[in-house]
């Protein structure tokens, strides 16, 4: 027979934990994109408005990659955006430029355009949270 012991958990670890777990329902973790940039706001303002340009640029160039079939071209591209994301601690649109990158390295065809569209929704998102943010005036 098993016996379960209660085990605590410290205030600072279940806040820990909380941050961590609640971040992966966000596009943006905030609290680790505001470390990241040394609670620098205005770096933020700057680095938010080259990826608004550089997004929308890099995910054309995915698309075009994917058209005419330059599996290279794909995986470069969504290596680039993939780093641009990873910026902004933004796990859903790394995760989705990931699919993209894996796919042109594989010269994996299945299922692009679906994983193109995954990509569009996650980047428009980011870029929603991070005007929102601006907006806001803080992380």
Same mark, same amino acid.
């Given at each position: 027979?098993?016996?379960? =012991?209660?085990? $605590?958990? #410290?205030?600072? %670890?279940?806040?820990?934990?909380?941050?961590?777990?609640?971040?992966?329902?966000? $596009?943006?973790?905030?609290?680790?994109?505001?470390? =990241? @940039?040394?609670?620098?706001?205005?770096?933020?303002?700057? +680095?938010?408005? @080259?990826?608004?340009?550089?997004?929308? !640029? +890099?995910?054309?160039?995915?698309?075009?990659?994917?058209?005419? &079939?330059?599996?290279?071209? @794909? =995986?470069?591209? %969504?290596?680039?955006?993939?780093?641009?994301?990873?910026?902004? !601690?933004?796990?859903?649109? #790394?995760? %989705? /430029?990931? *699919?993209? *990158?894996?796919?042109?390295?594989?010269?994996?065809? &299945?299922?692009? /355009? *679906?994983?193109?569209?995954?990509?569009?929704?996650?980047?428009?998102?980011?870029?929603?949270?991070?005007? !929102?943010?601006?907006?806001?005036? !803080?992380?």
């Amino acid at each position: 027979m098993f016996a379960f =012991r209660k085990i $605590p958990i #410290y205030r600072g %670890a279940r806040k820990k934990y909380n941050e961590v777990f609640m971040s992966r329902n966000e $596009p943006i973790n905030r609290n680790e994109l505001a470390e =990241r @940039l040394d609670n620098d706001f205005e770096l933020f303002k700057e +680095l938010a408005e @080259l990826f608004f340009d550089d997004s929308a !640029s +890099l995910t054309g160039r995915i698309k075009e990659a994917i058209d005419a &079939g330059d599996m290279e071209g @794909l =995986r470069k591209n %969504a290596h680039t955006l993939k780093g641009a994301v990873s910026n902004f !601690s933004a796990d859903g649109a #790394y995760d %989705a /430029a990931f *699919e993209l *990158e894996t796919a042109g390295r594989n010269k994996n065809t &299945g299922g692009l /355009a *679906e994983k193109l569209s995954t990509l569009k929704t996650e980047i428009e998102t980011v870029i929603l949270d991070m005007k !929102s943010m601006i907006e806001k005036g !803080s992380f």
